[in-house]
């Protein structure tokens, strides 16, 4: 018997993970499973985990990279009307892992609660944006959680603290863990000074970097301390540089974008590419910030 039978009406075979992706690239998922509570969510993991299913959690595949020949496992989506909630009481809002993270910021601005607007143009989910404690110039995600509820390995649902997640440089110790929702902690702002420092942080994003509309997934590399792995891509004479349909993006040296022409290796051969480029100009091994699966 399979690992899920009796999950018919929420596990599919053979699911094209590129439909799914911002970079809409890569091969199927051997399951594509959409979990609409907590308790299928842990029933699907206790079974994967017994049968030795491979598990991944997908979010809006902003920051992953899925191979040609697809994931030999189950992708887990907690993907809307499932796992958004979406609640403001004071200060603290509390969101599930589901919820699209732009819709966040922006009801967050609405509601007259400061802080998120300086995450503006992050595409995700609140459980990817947590998981990867997205962010940038401006702040990232970690300043604002207080709480993070969490389904373990085990198969039992915790909360943890902001320290227990451990939030570092685009980590977290979240290993093993499936981000249910979170508890952040915002305060109070004039709706209209929010939209406008938002407004201000996209177009500045919009101005250096490919648009969000073009598939990528967003930086591939991460800033070694005290550098800029865009400036040493760009200091090494990357941009522009392609392998079949991948290019690296003559805006910002850090994206690769992609156009109809390219499949996953095209991305992973031209990451290698610049990769090697820096440790021969600076000697830098540039670290990659996008998940290949
Ligand atoms: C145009 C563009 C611009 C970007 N700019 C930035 C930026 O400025 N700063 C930045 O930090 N990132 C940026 N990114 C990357 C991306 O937006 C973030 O990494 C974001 O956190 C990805 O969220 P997601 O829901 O799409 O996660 P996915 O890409 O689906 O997954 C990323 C990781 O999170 C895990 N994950 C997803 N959901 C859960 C969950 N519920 N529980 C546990 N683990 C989970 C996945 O398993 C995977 O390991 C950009 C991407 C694009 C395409």
């Known amino acids: 018997m399979s690992w899920c039978s009796g999950l018919e009406a929420i596990c599919r075979p053979e699911v094209p993970l590129r439909d799914f992706t911002w970079y809409r690239l890569g091969g199927p998922a051997r399951w594509f499973v959409n979990p609409r509570n907590d308790a299928e969510l842990s029933d699907v993991v206790t079974r994967c985990n017994a049968a030795g299913v491979a598990l991944r959690v997908l979010g ?88 993070v509820r969490v389904l373990g390995a085990d198969g039992a649902i915790r909360t943890l603290t902001r320290e227990q997640v451990g939030f570092t440089y685009r980590h977290t110790n979240l290993d093993g863990c499936i981000v249910l929702g979170a508890v952040l902690t915002l305060s109070p702002g004039d709706p209209e000074a929010l939209t406008a420092r938002f407004r201000d942080i996209w177009n500045q994003k919009y101005r250096t970097q490919p648009p969000v509309s073009d598939r990528s997934a967003g930086c591939v590399f991460k800033n070694p301390p ?41 991305v992973l051969d031209l990451s290698d590419l610049a990769r090697e480029a820096v440790f021969e100009k600076f000697g830098v091994r540039l670290e990659r910030e996008i998940e290949v699966w």
């Open 60 to 147: 809006r595949g902003a920051n992953v990279l899925v191979r040609d020949s697809g994931f030999d496992g189950a992708v887990i989506a907690l993907r809307p009307p499932c796992f958004d909630e979406f609640t403001i009481d004071g200060g603290r809002v509390t969101v599930g892992a589901g919820a699209d993270f732009t819709k966040v910021v922006t009801r967050t601005i609405r509601a007259g609660l400061a802080g998120l607007e300086a995450l503006a143009g992050i595409p995700g989910t609140m459980g990817g944006i947590i998981r990867m404690n997205a962010g940038g110039r401006h702040g990232e995600i970690a300043s604002f959680v207080s709480e």
């Open 226 to 266: 005290g550098q800029s792995a865009g400036a040493l891509l760009d200091q090494a004479g990357l941009k522009g540089r392609r392998v079949g349909g991948a290019t690296i993006s003559p805006r910002h040296a850090n994206f690769i974008v992609v156009d109809d022409s390219a499949c996953a290796q095209h």
